[in-house]
């Protein structure tokens, strides 16, 4: 794990997102250039965190708290901004990803701990709650940074009419 958020400090040291970020609704800003071996190790980790994610619904709907809990830690501990970093490598990330990146990647932490922790209380309402707010997560970072990606972001959201 410590191998993939080291290479996780070098893919994210690579992408030129101050400038993504100034045109957020417009064009290509998404854009991230990573090397094959770089980019293959990105979608392995975001591999497992949809596996993950796609088995909560039912792990809710079904009230199977250790399978909530269990899977809620394993996505909050394997992502980029773990525990795991050590100070320095701590600081380098700080330096490295914008501030947006940062909050996003902390918001998303800070709700799959949330939902692990109301599985341990077997709140099934709190729990729906915070799996929702997972996935909003990944709409608010993939809107952004994962644009080329995933082109449906490109195409215009007609319920939004201020833009
Ligand atoms: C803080 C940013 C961030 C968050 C949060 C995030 N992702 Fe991603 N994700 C990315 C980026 C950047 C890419 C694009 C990688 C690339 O260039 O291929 C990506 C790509 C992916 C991919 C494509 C991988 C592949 O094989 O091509 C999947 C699947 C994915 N994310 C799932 C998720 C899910 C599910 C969530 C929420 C539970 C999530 N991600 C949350 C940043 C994020």
Redesign the pocket.
């Known amino acids: 794990m410590r191998t993939i958020i080291v290479v996780f400090l070098f893919v994210f040291s690579t992408m030129s997102i101050a400038a993504q970020e100034k045109h957020r609704h417009h064009g290509k800003e998404g854009k ?1 250039q ?1 090397t094959p071996e770089i ?1 293959q190790l ?3 980790e ?2 497992e ?2 596996a993950g ?1 796609e088995t909560l619904p039912f792990a809710v709907a079904s009230a199977d708290w250790p399978l909530i809990e269990s899977t809620a830690r394993k ?1 909050q501990q394997g992502y ?1 901004m773990s525990e795991k970093l050590d100070p320095a490598q701590k600081q380098a990330l700080h330096e490295t990803l914008p501030h947006r ?1 940062r909050q ?2 902390k918001k ?1 932490h800070y709700y799959a701990g949330m939902l692990a922790h109301v599985a341990k209380e077997h709140d099934a309402e709190l729990a729906n709650f915070f799996v929702y707010k ?2 909003e ?2 709409t ?3 809107s952004v ?2 644009r ?3 082109s449906g972001f490109e195409q215009r959201n007609r319920h939004e009419t201020h833009h």
Do not use: E, G, W
């Open positions: 991230v990573l980019r990105l979608r392995q975001m591999q965190i949809r994610m996505i980029i990146f996003l990647d998303f997972m996935n997560s990944c608010a970072c993939h940074y994962a080329d990606r995933f």
